[in-house]
C-alpha cells in the first residue's frame, strides 16, 4: 500500500509498504478514507520536534472504515466508519483514570508514536475511535478532530453568551473556532489575520468580522472595544500574544492554542493589576464526540473551509505549498476514496 511516511526533519517520502496484518488484541483495523493536514504535521516535519520512531505514517486528522477487529473488541463491527482520536493515551495514569486524556504522562500522538493516517490503512486501539454517520462525507469527517481541538479552546475561554469575541489566526483551528462562536448568533466574532484572504473567507463562512489587529481598539468595525474582554490566539505568534493583552480590557481572558515559537516577555503586573487571565489549550478533553454529533449539521460550512482534495502521492507537494503560505483555503483534505 502507499503511504506518506516521516524519517527526518525535512524528509518526508510517499512508499510503497506493506499493509498491516491482523490487529491485536483491543486494536482495530482501518481502510483510511480520507485526512487532513494539519499545521503540527508541518511544524514536525520542520523542525522534528516530536519525531520518536522514524520512519512514521504522518497524520493524526483523519476518518476511515473498519475492516478488522482484534480479539475483545465488541464495540466496532466490520464496515462501522469511523474518525481516530489523536492523543495516543495510556488508559493507567492517574489523569487518565480521571478522564483527562489530554494529560497522560506517556501521552503521544498519533502519526508519531504510531503509524497514523496518511496511507491507505492504518490500525489503532478500539479506544481511540468515534463511529462517525457512514452517509458524512469523508472529507467532512476527518475534520472532526481539529474541530473538537477548536470546540475545547471555546470551552476553556468560556466566553459569556452575549461577549464579543476576537480571534487572531484563520487558520483551520481559527476559522473552526469562528464558526462554533459565532452559532447561534448571538455574539460579535472579530477575526484578524495577516492573509486577507484567508481571514475573509472565515468572516464569510461564520459571519464574523474581519478586523485589523495592529489598528485595535481603534478600528471603526470595533464596536465593542471598550467592553472586549475575549480571545483566543490560533497563531502562536508570541508578537500576536502581546498585542491581545494590549487590547483586551480589564477583566479579559486570552486562550492560548496556537504552536508557538519563541517566548513571550510579560510584565506579570499586566495580568495583577487588569486581572487578566492567560488559558491554555491542549488539544482536546471530552470534545471528540460532541465534534464528530456536529459534524451533519456544520458539513455546509465546513466543506467551504476545504481547499484541496489531493491524493497520498501529492502530500509532499502539498507540504511545501502550505509553509510557503500559498493555499488558499484553511484544510487540505487526502482523499483515499472517490465515493461514501
Not at 489531493?310 to 510557503?324: S, V
Request: proline share 6%; glycine share 10%; hydrophobic share 50%.
Amino acid at each position: 500500500m502507499k503511504a506518506a511516511r516521516l524519517h527526518a526533519a525535512g524528509d518526508l517520502r510517499v512508499e510503497d509498504v506493506p499493509s498491516p496484518g491482523e490487529p491485536a488484541p483491543g486494536w482495530v483495523r482501518l481502510k483510511v478514507t480520507a485526512a487532513g493536514i494539519c499545521g503540527s504535521d508541518l511544524h514536525n516535519f520542520r523542525t522534528g520536534q516530536w519525531i520518536s520512531r522514524a520512519p512514521s505514517v504522518a497524520g493524526h486528522e483523519f476518518a476511515g472504515e473498519v475492516i478488522a477487529v482484534g480479539a475483545g473488541v465488541s464495540q466496532f463491527a466490520l464496515g462501522d466508519r469511523v474518525v481516530a482520536d489523536s492523543r495516543f493515551w495510556c488508559g493507567e495514569c492517574p489523569a487518565c483514570r480521571a478522564g483527562r486524556h489530554n494529560f497522560c504522562a506517556r501521552l503521544g500522538f498519533v502519526g508519531e508514536v504510531c503509524d497514523g493516517g496518511f496511507a491507505e490503512e492504518t490500525q489503532l486501539p478500539a479506544r481511540l475511535l468515534v463511529r462517525h454517520d457512514p452517509m458524512l462525507d469523508p472529507a467532512i469527517a476527518a475534520m472532526a478532530e481539529p474541530l473538537a481541538v477548536a470546540l475545547h479552546a471555546a470551552r476553556r475561554l468560556a466566553a459569556p453568551a452575549a461577549a464579543p469575541v476576537l480571534i487572531a489566526g484563520c487558520g483551520p483551528i481559527g476559522g473552526l473556532a469562528a464558526l462554533l462562536l459565532s452559532r447561534p448568533g448571538e455574539r460579535q466574532v472579530l477575526v484578524a489575520d495577516r492573509n486577507t484572504a484567508r481571514a475573509e473567507l472565515v468572516a464569510k463562512v461564520s459571519g464574523a468580522t474581519v478586523v485589523d489587529l495592529d489598528a485595535l481598539p481603534c478600528d471603526p468595525n470595533l464596536r465593542h472595544a471598550p467592553n472586549l474582554r475575549h480571545a483566543i490566539d490560533a497563531t502562536g505568534s508570541v508578537a500576536v500574544m502581546a498585542r491581545l493583552l494590549d487590547v483586551l480590557a480589564g477583566g479579559g481572558t486570552l486562550a492560548l492554542v496556537g504552536i508557538s515559537h519563541g517566548r513571550l516577555d510579560l510584565d506579570p503586573n499586566l495580568l495583577v493589576e487588569r486581572e487578566i487571565a492567560l488559558v491554555g489549550c491542549h488539544a482536546f478533553a471530552d470534545e471528540l464526540a460532541p465534534a464528530v454529533a456536529m459534524l451533519g449539521d456544520l458539513a455546509p460550512a465546513l466543506s467551504r473551509f476545504v481547499s484541496d482534495e489531493i491524493a497520498i502521492g501529492e502530500i509532499p507537494a502539498a507540504y511545501q505549498r502550505l509553509i510557503a503560505g500559498v493555499s488558499g483555503g484553511l484544510k487540505t483534505i487526502v482523499r483515499m476514496e472517490s465515493g461514501r
